[in-house]
Structure formats: structure tokens, C-alpha cells
T-cell receptor, first 116, second 111 residues
Framework: GAGVSQSPSNKVTEKGKDVELRCDPI?????LYWYRQSLGQGLEFLIY????????KSGLPSDRFSAERTGGSVSTLTIQRTQQEDSAVYLC??????????????FGPGTRLTVL | GDSVTQMEGPVTLSEEAFLTINCTYT??????LFWYVQYPGEGLQLLLK?????DKGSNKGFEATYRKETTSFHLEKGSVQVSDSAVYFC??????????FGAGTILRVKS
């Protein structure tokens, strides 16, 4: 079956521009996560969705970062006024969302963002 | 807060050598523990997991045992292959939510 897909796979942008990254989770998965992988910081959690609500936004690094999920499926991560330190690989993961159990998270291939 | 510490790499081994990658964690409560692997050019994938003390996770010849007394989850394999070359991440999760990852360990296996 189809896994988690992300688009674009690569994005190069200029400092100060806004970017949108898209994640399409596995069908039927209610939980969706965004992470960031960068050389200096490793793998960091950004935000978690259960359905369309985001009970944990604790990892968003600043108010320039926002995310939404509509219809309990596709999610968009938006970075406004991009800075060079935003350059990283942005990973999306989804899971069945079963409450209280150690859900396996399935990761997408990531979007590599480069801010010039 | 929760954290995971794993041994720094890169780890370079010859084929058929024994592998250990150390991982220790700090967390309140009883987290679930995971090893994820990232092969060159590919995405993160789950290698194995353990959900409670003394559980052993295993997959593809890799094993790790959840040791609560030492807060550890070391990854082992008896005989590595060139195809095992990858980056290995230890991680924890509480209440089935966000993963907290270690820094990752690069493994290089030479033939």
C-alpha cells in the first residue's frame, strides 16, 4: 500500500520568503507528526496532530512556523519569512493513533529545504 | 525533560563482526523504546521496539533489551553485513506520542 508521501522533495528558497510543505499520511492514520532533521540539531519534534486538532505544538521553534491539517488527512507545514537556520530536512510521519499504545510511526521521505 | 543519549560514531566494522550501539535514556514514567534506521538515500524506518522493562525487540538479526535498572536499550547484532551500513537512531515515546531521538550513530561495514 501507499506510504507517507511528502512534497516537494526539494525546495530552495530565498531568505524572507514563505514556504509550504505538504504531507499525505497513510490512509486511515489519525495521528500525524512533523519532525525536522538538521546537522546541528539532529531529529527534532515539531508538532503532533490527532485528527484535525494539534494537542502538542511544543516543538515549533518560533511563531514563523505553523501547521494545519484538514479533513483528518493532508497536513501543511508553513514557514513564514524563512531564515537560513530553517534549512533542514522536514519529515512527516503518521500512525494509527491508537490511544495509550506504542504506535509505530511511519515516516515519509522528507522535504529538503534550503534557504539561501 | 525526556532525552536519549547514544554513542557517537562513526562506527566502522568489518563484515561478520559483532555490533553494539549503546543507548541510554532519561524519562519519567515508563516510555516505549525504539530503534530506527536510515539507509543511504532512504527514509527513516522502524527497526525494532520494546514497550516495557525486560522486553526484547528483534528484527533482521538485530536485538535490543529494555533495561529499566540501567535505563538502557543497547542495539546488538552478532554478524554485520555491508548492507547494514546506515544511520541508527535510538528513540523513546511516552503515551504513544512524539518520538524523542538520540543524535544518531553512523555505522560503516567494510567487506
Amino acid at each position: 500500500g501507499a506510504g507517507v508521501s511528502q512534497s516537494p522533495s526539494n525546495k530552495v528558497t530565498e531568505k524572507g520568503k514563505d514556504v509550504e510543505l505538504r504531507c499525505d499520511p497513510i490512509s486511515g492514520h489519525t495521528a500525524l507528526y512533523w519532525y525536522r532533521q538538521s546537522l546541528g540539531q539532529g531529529l527534532e519534534f515539531l508538532i503532533y496532530f490527532q485528527g484535525n486538532s494539534a494537542p502538542d505544538k511544543s516543538g515549533l521553534p518560533s511563531d514563523r512556523f505553523s501547521a494545519e491539517r484538514t479533513g483528518g488527512s493532508v497536513s501543511t507545514l508553513t514557514i513564514q519569512r524563512t531564515q537560513q537556520e530553517d534549512s533542514a530536512v522536514y519529515l512527516c510521519a503518521s500512525s494509527t493513533g491508537t490511544s495509550g499504545s506504542p504506535d509505530t510511526q511511519y515516516f515519509g521521505p522528507g522535504t529538503r529545504l534550503t534557504v539561501l | 525533560g525526556d532525552s536519549v543519549t547514544q554513542m557517537e560514531g562513526p562506527v566502522t566494522l568489518s563484515e561478520e563482526a559483532f555490533l553494539t550501539i549503546n543507548c541510554t535514556y532519561t524519562a519519567t514514567g515508563y516510555p516505549s523504546l525504539f530503534w530506527y534506521v536510515q539507509y543511504p538515500g532512504e527514509g527513516l524506518q522502524l527497526l525494532l521496539k520494546a514497550t516495557k522493562a525486560d522486553d526484547k525487540g528483534s528484527n533482521k538479526g538485530f536485538e535490543a533489551t529494555y533495561r529499566k535498572e540501567t535505563t538502557s536499550f543497547h542495539l546488538e547484532k552478532g554478524s554485520v553485513q555491508v548492507s547494514d551500513s546506515a544511520v541508527y537512531f535510538c528513540a523513546l515515546s511516552r503515551y504513544g506520542n512524539k518520538l524523542v531521538f538520540g543524535a544518531g550513530t553512523i555505522l560503516r561495514v567494510k567487506s
